[in-house]
Protein backbone atom coordinates (compact mmCIF):
# COMPACT_ATOMS: atom_id res chain seq x y z
CA UNK A 1 0.00 0.00 0.00
CA UNK A 2 3.11 2.27 0.28
CA UNK A 3 3.67 2.24 -2.88
CA UNK A 4 0.74 3.94 -4.00
CA UNK A 5 1.29 6.99 -1.62
CA UNK A 6 4.67 7.61 -3.76
CA UNK A 7 3.08 7.53 -6.63
CA UNK A 8 0.34 9.98 -5.56
CA UNK A 9 2.56 12.14 -4.34
CA UNK A 10 4.14 12.35 -7.54
CA UNK A 11 0.85 13.40 -8.84
CA UNK A 12 1.19 16.35 -6.62
CA UNK A 13 2.31 19.82 -9.40
CA UNK A 14 1.57 23.33 -8.33
CA UNK A 15 1.84 22.70 -4.77
CA UNK A 16 5.05 23.71 -2.23
CA UNK A 17 6.82 20.33 -1.27
CA UNK A 18 5.57 20.91 2.57
CA UNK A 19 2.22 20.84 1.00
CA UNK A 20 3.33 17.36 -0.68
CA UNK A 21 5.30 16.53 2.58
CA UNK A 22 1.88 16.94 4.68
CA UNK A 23 -0.34 14.78 2.24
CA UNK A 24 2.23 12.14 2.12
CA UNK A 25 2.66 11.75 5.70
CA UNK A 26 -1.28 12.00 6.38
CA UNK A 27 -1.38 8.96 3.53
CA UNK A 28 1.23 7.24 5.50
CA UNK A 29 -0.14 7.32 8.76
CA UNK A 30 -3.48 6.00 7.04
CA UNK A 31 -1.60 3.48 5.02
CA UNK A 32 -0.33 2.09 8.81
CA UNK A 33 -3.96 2.14 10.48
CA UNK A 34 -4.86 0.47 7.27
CA UNK A 35 -2.19 -2.51 7.68
CA UNK A 36 -3.01 -2.38 11.47
CA UNK A 37 -6.57 -3.62 10.81
CA UNK A 38 -5.10 -6.03 8.45
CA UNK A 39 -6.17 -4.24 5.12
CA UNK A 40 -2.77 -4.93 2.74
CA UNK A 41 -4.38 -4.05 -0.31
CA UNK A 42 -5.83 -1.02 -1.48
CA UNK A 43 -9.26 -3.15 -2.96
CA UNK A 44 -9.29 -4.05 1.12
CA UNK A 45 -10.53 -0.37 1.46
CA UNK A 46 -13.99 0.46 1.37
CA UNK A 47 -16.36 3.60 2.31
CA UNK A 48 -16.94 1.67 5.51
CA UNK A 49 -13.91 1.33 6.72
CA UNK A 50 -12.95 4.92 5.78
CA UNK A 51 -15.81 5.83 8.23
CA UNK A 52 -13.56 3.49 10.63
CA UNK A 53 -10.59 5.77 10.67
CA UNK A 54 -12.70 8.66 10.05
CA UNK A 55 -14.00 7.45 14.05
CA UNK A 56 -10.66 6.50 15.00
CA UNK A 57 -9.19 10.41 14.34
CA UNK A 58 -11.90 12.02 15.47
CA UNK A 59 -11.08 9.61 19.04
CA UNK A 60 -7.35 10.38 18.60
CA UNK A 61 -8.73 14.38 18.96
CA UNK A 62 -7.95 15.48 15.95
CA UNK A 63 -9.18 18.96 14.62
CA UNK A 64 -12.20 18.97 12.15
CA UNK A 65 -10.16 20.76 9.57
CA UNK A 66 -7.47 18.38 10.06
CA UNK A 67 -9.57 15.42 9.44
CA UNK A 68 -11.06 16.92 6.58
CA UNK A 69 -7.44 17.57 5.19
CA UNK A 70 -6.18 14.06 5.77
CA UNK A 71 -9.46 12.65 3.92
CA UNK A 72 -8.92 14.82 0.83
CA UNK A 73 -6.08 12.57 0.29
CA UNK A 74 -7.29 9.62 0.94
Given at each position: ?????????????????????V???????????????????????????????????????????????????I
Amino acid sequence: MFAHVESFADTLTGVSQSTVDVYRRDLVAFATWAEDQSMSNVRDIDRRRVRRYLAYLDGENYARRTIARKMSGI
